[in-house]
Nanobody, 120 residues
Framework: QVRLVESGGGLVQAGGSLRLSCAAS????????IGWYRQAPGKQREMVATVTSTGSTNYADSMKDRFTISRDNAKNTVYLQMNSLKAEDTAVYYC??????????????WGQGTQVTVSS
């Protein structure tokens, strides 16, 4: 059974920092493209940051100077370091893992999400 379990969310003041973790089980983690996404109330889910199986990273423009994604394949875990948090960063943050299945589709899994609330 595949599980992605996020942790590290919480309440923080504007300007503060949080580090989110996503622990994976049931997959060959090192083969997966991993992403952090977020969804604020009343808004669509949006990409925050992604990291490939080889460690290449990509960020949404509004977060690239404040957030850092990293992965530890030995621990089957991906992290999201979030600095200089703003009220608009308030959202539920989700971890996503996917890889091509060789048949034109992909295996894709989501975590349950972790709430981040930034008070202004």
């Amino acid at each position: 059974q595949v599980r992605l379990v996020e942790s590290g969310g919480g309440l923080v003041q504007a300007g503060g920092s949080l580090r989110l973790s996503c622990a994976a089980s049931g997959i060959i983690f090192s083969m997966y493209f991993i992403g952090w996404y977020r969804q604020a109330p009343g808004k669509q889910r949006e990409m925050v940051a992604t990291v490939t199986s080889t460690g290449s990273t990509n960020y949404a423009d509004s977060m690239k100077d404040r957030f850092t994604i990293s992965r530890d394949n030995a621990k089957n875990t991906v992290y999201l370091q979030m600095n200089s948090l703003k009220a608009e960063d308030t959202a539920v943050y989700y971890c996503n893992a996917r890889r091509p299945n060789g048949f034109g589709g992909s295996w894709e899994y989501w975590g349950q999400g972790t709430q981040v609330t930034v008070s202004s």
